[in-house]
Protein backbone atom coordinates (compact mmCIF):
# COMPACT_ATOMS: atom_id res chain seq x y z
CA UNK A 1 0.00 0.00 0.00
CA UNK A 2 1.40 3.20 -0.87
CA UNK A 3 1.37 5.98 1.52
CA UNK A 4 0.15 9.54 0.43
CA UNK A 5 2.40 11.79 -0.99
CA UNK A 6 2.33 14.25 2.81
CA UNK A 7 4.49 17.40 2.03
CA UNK A 8 6.60 17.70 4.90
CA UNK A 9 6.62 21.84 6.79
CA UNK A 10 10.37 23.00 7.45
CA UNK A 11 10.79 25.01 10.18
CA UNK A 12 9.53 28.22 8.83
CA UNK A 13 5.98 27.24 7.68
CA UNK A 14 5.79 25.19 10.92
CA UNK A 15 6.34 28.71 13.05
CA UNK A 16 3.33 30.20 10.91
CA UNK A 17 1.50 27.35 12.63
CA UNK A 18 2.07 28.32 16.44
CA UNK A 19 0.82 30.30 18.54
CA UNK A 20 2.37 34.12 18.74
CA UNK A 21 3.67 33.23 22.51
CA UNK A 22 4.79 30.06 22.17
CA UNK A 23 6.85 31.85 18.73
CA UNK A 24 8.47 34.51 21.16
CA UNK A 25 9.39 32.60 23.59
CA UNK A 26 10.81 29.75 21.15
CA UNK A 27 12.95 32.95 19.32
CA UNK A 28 14.22 33.55 22.73
CA UNK A 29 15.21 30.26 23.98
CA UNK A 30 16.85 29.59 20.63
CA UNK A 31 19.15 32.37 21.38
CA UNK A 32 20.41 30.56 24.53
CA UNK A 33 24.22 28.70 23.90
CA UNK A 34 23.74 25.18 23.55
CA UNK A 35 19.93 25.39 22.79
CA UNK A 36 19.49 24.48 19.14
CA UNK A 37 15.76 24.65 16.88
CA UNK A 38 15.12 21.30 18.44
CA UNK A 39 16.15 21.70 22.26
CA UNK A 40 14.94 24.69 22.60
CA UNK A 41 11.58 23.87 21.27
CA UNK A 42 11.51 21.02 23.67
CA UNK A 43 12.20 23.44 26.60
CA UNK A 44 9.58 25.46 26.26
CA UNK A 45 6.71 22.94 25.53
CA UNK A 46 8.20 21.40 28.53
CA UNK A 47 7.69 24.55 30.52
CA UNK A 48 4.55 25.32 29.01
CA UNK A 49 3.26 22.40 29.23
CA UNK A 50 4.28 19.61 31.61
CA UNK A 51 6.09 21.81 34.27
CA UNK A 52 4.08 25.02 34.53
CA UNK A 53 3.94 25.28 37.78
CA UNK A 54 7.78 26.07 37.84
CA UNK A 55 6.98 29.29 35.07
CA UNK A 56 6.32 31.95 38.08
CA UNK A 57 9.82 30.62 40.49
CA UNK A 58 12.08 30.25 37.17
CA UNK A 59 11.01 34.08 36.31
CA UNK A 60 11.28 35.51 40.09
CA UNK A 61 14.70 33.52 40.48
CA UNK A 62 16.29 35.43 36.40
CA UNK A 63 15.17 38.83 37.83
CA UNK A 64 16.71 38.20 41.18
CA UNK A 65 19.75 36.79 39.65
CA UNK A 66 20.44 39.18 36.81
CA UNK A 67 20.11 42.05 39.66
CA UNK A 68 22.19 40.84 42.12
CA UNK A 69 25.15 38.98 39.59
CA UNK A 70 27.66 40.78 37.59
CA UNK A 71 31.57 41.01 37.16
CA UNK A 72 33.93 40.91 39.28
CA UNK A 73 35.90 44.23 39.64
CA UNK A 74 39.13 42.58 39.51
CA UNK A 75 39.02 39.56 37.42
CA UNK A 76 35.67 39.12 35.73
CA UNK A 77 34.18 36.67 37.02
CA UNK A 78 30.27 36.14 38.73
CA UNK A 79 29.91 38.18 41.34
CA UNK A 80 27.83 40.10 44.36
CA UNK A 81 30.35 42.23 45.29
CA UNK A 82 32.98 44.10 43.99
CA UNK A 83 35.19 41.14 44.09
CA UNK A 84 34.56 37.49 43.40
CA UNK A 85 34.87 34.51 46.11
CA UNK A 86 38.19 33.63 44.48
CA UNK A 87 39.59 37.44 44.87
CA UNK A 88 38.33 37.92 47.97
CA UNK A 89 39.54 34.84 49.85
CA UNK A 90 42.97 35.36 51.60
CA UNK A 91 43.76 31.39 51.22
CA UNK A 92 44.22 32.07 47.47
CA UNK A 93 48.12 31.73 46.15
CA UNK A 94 48.46 35.53 45.08
CA UNK A 95 51.28 35.13 43.16
CA UNK A 96 49.49 32.87 40.17
CA UNK A 97 47.34 33.92 37.76
CA UNK A 98 45.47 31.80 35.67
CA UNK A 99 44.18 32.93 32.42
CA UNK A 100 40.99 31.56 30.63
CA UNK A 101 38.71 32.04 28.03
CA UNK A 102 34.84 31.93 30.12
CA UNK A 103 33.80 31.52 33.48
CA UNK A 104 32.36 27.99 32.87
CA UNK A 105 36.25 27.79 32.12
CA UNK A 106 36.96 28.68 36.03
CA UNK A 107 34.29 27.02 37.17
CA UNK A 108 35.39 23.59 35.69
CA UNK A 109 39.37 24.30 37.44
CA UNK A 110 37.93 24.96 40.46
CA UNK A 111 35.41 21.90 40.35
CA UNK A 112 38.85 19.83 39.59
CA UNK A 113 40.36 21.12 42.64
CA UNK A 114 44.15 21.14 40.74
CA UNK A 115 44.73 24.95 41.62
CA UNK A 116 44.75 27.29 44.36
CA UNK A 117 45.70 30.58 42.64
CA UNK A 118 43.69 34.35 41.04
CA UNK A 119 42.21 34.08 37.60
CA UNK A 120 41.41 36.25 34.62
CA UNK A 121 38.71 36.04 32.82
CA UNK A 122 39.44 37.34 28.88
CA UNK A 123 35.47 36.45 27.65
CA UNK A 124 36.82 35.09 24.67
CA UNK A 125 39.77 34.91 22.61
CA UNK A 126 40.92 36.59 19.18
CA UNK A 127 39.14 35.41 15.92
CA UNK A 128 39.15 38.30 13.42
CA UNK A 129 36.76 36.24 11.18
CA UNK A 130 34.36 36.74 14.01
CA UNK A 131 34.92 40.06 14.19
CA UNK A 132 36.60 39.66 18.00
CA UNK A 133 40.13 41.29 18.26
CA UNK A 134 41.72 43.04 21.98
CA UNK A 135 39.39 45.27 22.26
CA UNK A 136 36.27 43.09 22.87
CA UNK A 137 38.39 40.99 25.29
CA UNK A 138 38.94 41.75 28.82
CA UNK A 139 42.57 43.45 28.82
CA UNK A 140 42.16 46.68 29.68
CA UNK A 141 43.29 46.01 33.11
CA UNK A 142 45.60 43.17 33.01
CA UNK A 143 48.88 44.29 32.62
CA UNK A 144 48.48 46.92 35.63
CA UNK A 145 46.94 44.24 37.40
CA UNK A 146 50.07 41.90 36.89
CA UNK A 147 52.36 44.71 37.91
CA UNK A 148 49.97 45.98 41.06
CA UNK A 149 49.15 42.47 42.96
CA UNK A 150 53.04 40.92 42.68
CA UNK A 151 52.02 37.85 39.91
CA UNK A 152 54.95 35.99 39.51
CA UNK A 153 53.76 32.83 37.09
CA UNK A 154 50.97 33.35 34.38
CA UNK A 155 49.53 29.85 33.46
CA UNK A 156 47.95 30.18 30.03
CA UNK A 157 44.59 28.02 30.01
CA UNK A 158 43.37 28.72 26.35
CA UNK A 159 42.07 25.89 23.97
CA UNK A 160 44.83 24.68 21.63
CA UNK A 161 42.32 25.60 18.68
CA UNK A 162 44.25 28.72 16.04
CA UNK A 163 42.51 31.19 18.25
CA UNK A 164 43.41 30.20 21.34
CA UNK A 165 47.26 30.50 19.94
CA UNK A 166 47.02 33.61 18.64
CA UNK A 167 45.55 34.54 21.70
CA UNK A 168 48.01 33.31 23.49
CA UNK A 169 50.80 35.25 21.10
CA UNK A 170 48.99 38.22 21.42
CA UNK A 171 49.34 38.04 25.32
CA UNK A 172 52.81 37.07 25.18
CA UNK A 173 53.97 40.40 22.90
CA UNK A 174 52.05 42.91 24.02
CA UNK A 175 50.62 42.32 27.45
CA UNK A 176 53.77 40.13 29.36
CA UNK A 177 56.53 42.12 27.13
CA UNK A 178 59.16 43.32 29.84
CA UNK A 179 57.13 42.11 32.73
CA UNK A 180 59.36 39.41 34.88
CA UNK A 181 57.10 36.32 35.03
CA UNK A 182 57.11 32.98 34.53
CA UNK A 183 54.97 32.29 31.58
CA UNK A 184 53.31 28.78 31.14
CA UNK A 185 51.11 27.15 29.10
CA UNK A 186 48.40 23.89 30.37
CA UNK A 187 49.51 20.44 28.89
CA UNK A 188 46.27 19.25 26.69
CA UNK A 189 44.36 15.77 27.05
CA UNK A 190 41.61 17.50 25.18
CA UNK A 191 40.51 16.53 21.42
CA UNK A 192 42.05 19.80 19.67
CA UNK A 193 39.13 22.46 20.12
CA UNK A 194 37.88 21.08 22.98
CA UNK A 195 37.27 23.14 25.48
CA UNK A 196 38.22 23.20 29.36
CA UNK A 197 34.25 22.38 30.57
CA UNK A 198 34.09 19.13 28.93
CA UNK A 199 37.35 17.72 30.41
CA UNK A 200 37.08 15.52 33.48
CA UNK A 201 38.89 16.35 36.70
CA UNK A 202 42.14 14.15 36.01
CA UNK A 203 42.31 15.24 32.74
CA UNK A 204 42.43 19.09 33.88
CA UNK A 205 44.65 18.32 36.62
CA UNK A 206 46.96 16.27 34.27
CA UNK A 207 46.77 19.49 32.38
CA UNK A 208 47.85 21.99 35.09
CA UNK A 209 50.71 19.83 36.58
CA UNK A 210 51.88 18.97 32.76
CA UNK A 211 52.17 22.87 31.81
CA UNK A 212 54.94 23.68 30.08
CA UNK A 213 57.37 27.12 29.45
CA UNK A 214 56.02 29.40 26.92
CA UNK A 215 58.12 31.34 24.67
Not at 56 to 80: D, F, H, V, Y
Not at 116 to 136: A, D, M, T
Request: hydrophobic share 35%; aromatic share 6%.
Amino acid sequence: MLLPNIKCLDFQEWDKRVTPHFEQLHSVLKKLPGLGYRSSERLALHLLLDKKELVPSLIETLERASKAIGACNKCGNLAENELCEVCASPKRDLSTLCIIEQVPDLIAVERAGAYNGLYHVLRGKLSPIHGVGPEQLNLQNLRQRIQDDGIEEIILALGNDIEGEATCHFLQEEIFNGLDLSVSRIGFGLPSGGGLPFADATTLKSALDGRRNYQ
